[in-house]
């Protein structure tokens, strides 16, 4: 799950290059090696929130406790995903190494306000498990509260499968 919490709402121009970009990094995300699936909304309704829209099987939308700005139209200023991927290297190549999200990293200070939480959180799930959008925010509820466990971990501290710590340029 990514985390972060715009500037300005959706709509005001601070942040229309973010929501401008948002496809193309999404579709990037999708193309790339690894990518299993992300949440997606199920109706084409885009004057919806995220609150207000569909997920099926990601659940109702939710988002961590750190969030205490408006969800209404014209106002909702959380930006988040959730995406399942093969493995851990797979997620580091895209987020890290896929052009279009690596200049967007870059350009994310223009973007997102200073945070005090993490903006992403990392998690093993069985393959026939259904995360949803209240696991992925306690997950990253977690991660603030205690730091990387195998139960919620970054790419700085990460975990193998079975809870054992690994080193990303080990895999």
Known sequence: MTYSVLRAPYGDSLVQEFDD?????????????GFITRAKQQDDK??????????????????????????????????????VWQDLKSVWNFAYH????????????????NQRWPIYVIWWIEDNHQTNWREACERLECLHD???TPRAFTFRQ?????????????L
């Open 21 to 33: 970009r948002t496809p193309d990094v999404f579709a990037e995300a999708e193309n790339s090696p």
């Open 46 to 83: 885009e004057w919806l929130t995220n609150h207000q829209r569909e997920w099926g099987s990601w659940g109702p939308f939710a988002v961590p406790r750190f969030y205490n700005d408006g969800v209404a139209s014209g106002h909702s200023t959380q930006a988040q995903t959730i995406s």
């Open 98 to 113: 896929g052009p279009l999200h690596r200049q967007a990293l870059q350009m994310r200070k223009d973007w997102f306000l």
């Open 146 to 148: 205690h730091g990387s």
């Open 158 to 170: 990460p975990f193998d499968a079975q809870g054992q710590p690994v080193q990303m340029n080990r």
